[in-house]
């Protein structure tokens, strides 16, 4: 049985049993406070380990959601170009692109780089469709970020 360490059984001021009954449903009439004191403690003590897990799994296999407003160029071998322009896109990254992502900002990457690796991987999913279609396309220039949301889901 997974039990909560005994300094977060303190600092909500109840007992090792007391907080067990409230798990288990037992405690029929639990005040509020006590009910939100002990949500918050779960919520700090496991938010890390959930937040582990998902990350682990968007770099293995489920890759992650991005939603950016910016400016996209391109560059194609044949030295044509089309002016950047803003663009929203919304779009799941693979999980390779989200590991680059990840190992990139661990290892304090600027946000140039970063938004280059975001560039990289919206050319493979979205502009060239995963080498089915526009396939000259060379680079994707992102710059002029108006926003951009990561999810992991």
């Known amino acids: 049985m997974l039990r909560p360490p005994a300094r977060s059984l303190r600092k909500i001021g109840k007992s090792q049993r007391t907080v067990e009954r409230y798990r288990d449903d037992k405690i029929k009439s639990t005040k509020p406070e006590t009910a939100a004191l002990v949500e918050a ?9 959930v937040k582990a897990k998902k990350l682990q799994a968007a770099i293995t296999t489920g890759g992650i959601k991005v939603d950016v407003r910016a400016k996209f160029g391109f560059t194609s071998p044949k030295g044509t170009t089309n002016d950047p322009r803003y663009r929203r896109l919304t779009r799941r990254l693979d999980a390779a692109t989200a ?12 946000e140039e780089d970063l938004a280059q690796i975001v560039a990289d991987g919206l050319r493979d999913d979205y502009f060239t469709d995963g080498g089915t279609r526009a396939t000259s396309l060379q680079q994707v220039e992102l710059t002029g970020i108006d926003h951009i949301r990561f999810s992991i889901t």
């Open 41 to 49: 403690e779960v919520k700090k003590l496991w938010q890390p380990i």
């Open 99 to 110: 590991a680059a992502l990840f190992e990139a900002k661990t290892a304090g990457a600027s």
